[in-house]
């Protein structure tokens, strides 16, 4: 299993088109331009930093208006190589205390992911994500 990273950082928004524009004039370089509109991913010096819907995410995340949960539109995201990683480290942030707020399951886009919050209701991502990969040192690396 990979040790525990935080590679991304979500946060959902009212118009993709536009804080995709906002953050490139900031100078945040987009990568993963196959995702169209739907959502964009920037290169945030070793931390990969993403905005998408605010509903999306929401109901991606089955944490709106859930219980115990402080979703605020951010998730923090680990990923992991395979589907039996993600298992495995949804497993383990249970066991540490965590709540499930979805349980792992295939997404639509070809991954594989599961979220639980924190003691503190904070959202958690953990998945798997076609076209992502690792350097050595376990830091995430975008295709162009």
Not at 22 to 46: H, N, Q, V
């Amino acid at each position: 299993m990979t040790a525990p990273r935080l590679t991304a950082i979500t946060i959902g928004v009212r118009d993709v088109r536009a804080s995709t524009a906002f953050y490139e004039a900031l100078g945040f370089e987009r990568k993963m331009r196959a995702t169209g509109d739907e959502i964009s991913f920037f290169d945030a010096g070793g931390v990969v930093f993403a905005v998408w819907s605010a509903d999306k995410l929401a109901e991606d995340a089955k944490a709106d208006g859930k219980a115990g949960s402080h979703f605020g539109g951010v998730t923090l995201a680990w990923n992991c190589a395979t589907p039996a990683e993600v298992n495995a480290a949804f497993t383990k942030a249970l066991a540490a205390g965590a709540k499930p707020v979805r349980n792992p399951e295939p997404t639509d886009y070809g991954g594989y992911r599961g979220y639980f919050s924190d003691p503190d209701g904070h959202v958690w991502e953990i998945v798997q994500a076609p076209g992502f990969a690792f350097a050595a040192d376990g830091r995430l690396i975008l295709p162009d």
